[in-house]
């Protein structure tokens, strides 16, 4: 299946958030972290630059854990009933009402609250909206765990073939390749 350009981005987006506790410090643990983080991502609208507002955000990233594999089982595939239980609450809570719009050289593109709405509820509707296309496609199995040996943290599969296996947080990619490599190079020689 192939997903819109804004539900790409939101379910990166997503992964990117959870990863913010998964993958070294916590990247939201201060406001200035938190603030470079928000700088690279997609969010448009108000923001109010509070403690609250950060603490508004990391409390969805904890309830957004819930939409991976957990790391000890992580090729399990998400629970749809569960995952639409959190897409369902998450639409309710954020008071979601959803209309096109068009901005920043975006065409246009679905937004489920308004630009004044607080931040952790833009980010928490819109990725329930992103995540609903998945359960109706029948696609949570993109969303999955990095199958880097000392990497817990998360991605989603938007390529074509579902062939992704590996974060964009580290290099876990490069190293497993480096050790094949080097694991093949030690049998030839061996």
């Known amino acids: 299946m192939e997903f819109a350009h804004d539900t790409q981005i939101t379910l990166s987006a997503a992964a990117s958030l959870v990863n913010t506790a998964l993958s070294g ?12 983080w928000m700088d690279a991502q997609p969010y448009t609208g108000r923001r109010a630059h509070t403690d609250d507002e950060r603490a508004a955000v990391r409390a969805l990233r904890e309830r957004l854990v ?26 309710a809570e954020t008071d979601a009402r959803p209309h096109l719009a068009r901005h920043d050289g975006w065409d246009w593109h679905l937004h489920v609250t308004p630009r004044d709405a607080p ?12 995540v609903a296309d998945l359960v109706r496609g029948d696609d949570l199995s993109r969303l999955r765990r990095c199958a880097g040996e000392d990497c817990d943290a998360v ?31 030690a049998r030839e020689a061996g």
């Open 25 to 36: 410090p916590d990247a939201l643990a201060d406001a200035e972290g938190f603030e470079a």
């Open 155 to 185: 991605l989603v599969d938007l390529s074509r073939n579902r062939s992704k296996r590996f974060c964009d947080t580290g290099n876990c990619a490069n190293r497993a390749h480096v050790a094949a490599y080097r694991a093949r190079r």
């Open 119 to 130: 931040l952790a509820d833009r980010m928490g509707a819109e990725i329930a909206m992103a």
């Open 66 to 91: 819930a939409l991976w594999p957990p790391a000890d089982r992580p090729d399990r595939v998400p629970d749809r009933d569960r995952t639409v239980e959190l897409v369902n609450a998450l639409l």
